[in-house]
T-cell receptor
Framework: NAGVTQTPKFQVLKTGQSMTLQCAQD?????MSWYRQDPGMGLRLIHY???????DQGEVPNGYNVSRSTTEDFPLRLLSAAPSQTSVYFC??????????FGSGTRLTVV | RKEVEQDPGPFNVPEGATVAFNCTYS??????FFWYRQDCRKEPKLLMS???SGNEDGRFTAQLNRASQYISLLIRDSKLSDSATYLC????????????FGSGTRLLVRP
């Protein structure tokens, strides 16, 4: 049972490049979400999904897209990377009303 | 007003000390409460759920006061390994899925 798996662990992008951060869970959780965490700050919700085919915006969605074609996968796409998107990105999943299980994070630097 | 508020600390205590963190939340209808622990540059991990009657897990005790809308975490006999950031977590106003994370309280336990 792997839990929540995020790839890659580290990534450096040039301004304007696009990329996809992968997140997969094997716990059959309905809910999945993406957060970013900047140095010394709390978690900020980017996008979330309550099930396959259903996604919604969090508090900081601009510059990011998501899709949820299966229960297991919830990729996060950066459309045109900007230095302001340099951050640590965490994916999390849960059952309804349950606690979250987090992935180990992706450390992204945009130069 | 933030939905979940915590004193950012840091709390700097000697080994063996007892330390308490408080957290206030704004949604009186919240039903799910948790404490998470986050080590530096790592993902948040569930420390314990918080139940209405209060609950204990070894050296850790969590209390919920619904009337005053605050949650507390008590750590007894602090260990060096308890040094981390402790996140107060409450389910959000608009969904039982969405958990709202406080910004965290940093604990430093010194020898």
């Amino acid at each position: 049972n792997a839990g929540v798996t995020q790839t890659p662990k580290f990534q450096v992008l040039k301004t304007g490049q696009s990329m996809t951060l992968q997140c997969a869970q094997d716990m059959n959780h309905e809910y999945m979400s993406w957060y970013r965490q900047d140095p010394g700050m709390g978690l900020r919700l980017i996008h979330y999904s309550v099930g396959a085919g259903i996604t919604d915006q969090g508090e900081v969605p601009n510059g990011y897209n998501v899709s949820r074609s299966t229960t297991e996968d919830f990729p996060l796409r950066l459309l045109s990377a900007a230095p302001s998107q340099t951050s640590v990105y965490f994916c999390a999943s849960s059952y309804v009303g349950g606690d979250y299980t987090f992935g180990s994070g992706t450390r992204l630097t945009v130069v | 007003r933030k939905e979940v508020e915590q004193d950012p600390g840091p709390f700097n205590v000697p080994e063996g000390a007892t330390v308490a963190f408080n957290c206030t939340y704004s949604n009186s209808a919240s039903q799910s409460f948790f404490w998470y622990r986050q080590d530096c540059r790592k993902e948040p991990k569930l420390l314990m759920s918080v139940y209405s009657s209060g609950n204990e897990d070894g050296r850790f005790t969590a209390q919920l006061n619904r009337a005053s809308q605050y949650i507390s975490l008590l750590i007894r006999d602090s260990k060096l390994s308890d040094s981390a950031t402790y996140l107060c977590v409450v389910n959000g106003m608009d969904s039982s899925y969405k958990l709202i994370f406080g910004s965290g309280t940093r604990l430093l336990v010194r020898p």
